[in-house]
C-alpha cells in the first residue's frame, strides 16, 4: 500500500507570505504527527493529531502556525507571514493508534525555503 | 523533559567493518521505547531498530543491534559488515511507553559516512 505521501516537495516563499504543506497519512492510521528539521538539527515535534482532534499542540513555536485535520485523514500545516527561520524541512508522520507498539511511518517531507 | 544526546556529529567507517553510534537519554519514566532511524539523502525517515526499555535483552535486526544500558541511559547502535548503502543520517529518538500524544523526541543525528 501507498504510504504517507506530502505536496509539495519543494516550496520557496517570500518573507511575509503564508504558506500550507499538506500530509496524506497512511489509510486507516488515526495519529498524525508534525515535526520539523531545521539545518543541523534534529527533528522537533510540532503537533500531534488523533482522529480530526489535537490533544497536543505543544511544539507549536508561534501563533503563525497552525494545523487541521479533516475526515480523520488529510492534515494541512499553514504557516502565516513567514519568517527565514522558518525556513527547514517539515515532516509528516502517521501510525496505526495509540498504543504501545505505535510505530510512526515518515513522509519524505517538505523542504520550505523562506527567502 | 526527556532529552536525547548524540555527542557524534560525523563518523567513518570503511566497507565491511563495524561502526558504533552514540546516544545517551534523559528521562525520569520507567516505561518508554528507544529507536534508531535512518535518513538517506532522499529524506525519507526509517525505522532501523527498537527497543523496549521493559526488555533486558539488546535488539537486533541483522546487521544492525544494540547496546541498552538501561541504569546508564545509554543507547548506542553498532553496524557490523558496513555496507555504501549504510551511508546516511542516523537519529536517536525516545518515546514514552503510553500515553499523552507518545511523540518522537529526537537528538540532532550523527552523519555516517561509509568508504570503499
Known amino acids: 500500500g501507498a504510504g504517507v505521501s506530502q505536496s509539495p516537495s519543494n516550496k520557496v516563499t517570500e518573507k511575509g507570505k503564508d504558506v500550507e504543506l499538506r500530509c496524506d497519512p497512511i489509510?486507516?492510521?488515526?495519529?498524525l504527527y508534525w515535526y520539523r528539521q531545521s539545518l543541523g538539527q534534529g527533528l522537533e515535534f510540532l503537533i500531534y493529531?488523533?482522529?480530526?482532534?489535537?490533544?497536543?499542540k505543544s511544539g507549536l513555536p508561534s501563533d503563525r502556525f497552525s494545523a487541521e485535520r479533516t475526515g480523520g485523514s488529510v492534515s494541512t500545516l499553514t504557516i502565516q507571514r513567514t519568517q527565514q527561520e522558518d525556513s527547514a524541512v517539515y515532516l509528516c508522520?502517521?501510525?496505526?493508534?495509540?498504543?504501545?507498539?505505535?510505530?510512526?511511518?515518515f513522509g519524505p517531507g517538505t523542504r520550505l525555503t523562506v527567502l | 523533559a526527556q532529552t536525547v544526546t548524540q555527542s557524534q556529529p560525523e563518523m567513518s567507517v570503511q566497507e565491511a567493518e563495524t561502526v558504533t553510534l552514540s546516544c545517551t537519554y534523559d528521562?525520569?519514566?520507567?516505561?518508554?521505547?528507544l529507536f534508531w532511524y535512518k535518513q538517506p539523502p532522499s529524506r525519507q525517515m526509517i525505522l532501523v531498530i527498537r527497543q523496549e526499555a521493559y526488555k533486558q535483552q539488546n535488539a537486533t535486526e541483522n546487521r544492525f543491534s544494540v547496546n541498552f544500558q538501561k541504569a546508564a541511559k545509554s543507547f548506542s547502535l553498532k553496524i557490523s559488515d558496513s555496507q555504501l548503502g549504510d551511508a546516511a543520517m542516523y537519529f536517536c529518538a525516545y518515546r514514552r511507553g503510553q500515553g499523552g500524544s507518545e511523540k518522537l523526541v529526537f537528538g540532532k543525528g550523527t552523519k555516517l559516512t561509509v568508504n570503499p
Open positions: 493529531f488523533q482522529g480530526n482532534s489535537a490533544p497536543d
Open positions: 528521562t525520569s519514566e520507567s516505561d518508554y521505547y
Open positions: 489509510s486507516g492510521h488515526t495519529a
Open positions: 508522520a502517521s501510525s496505526l493508534r495509540q498504543g504501545r507498539h505505535n510505530e510512526q511511518f
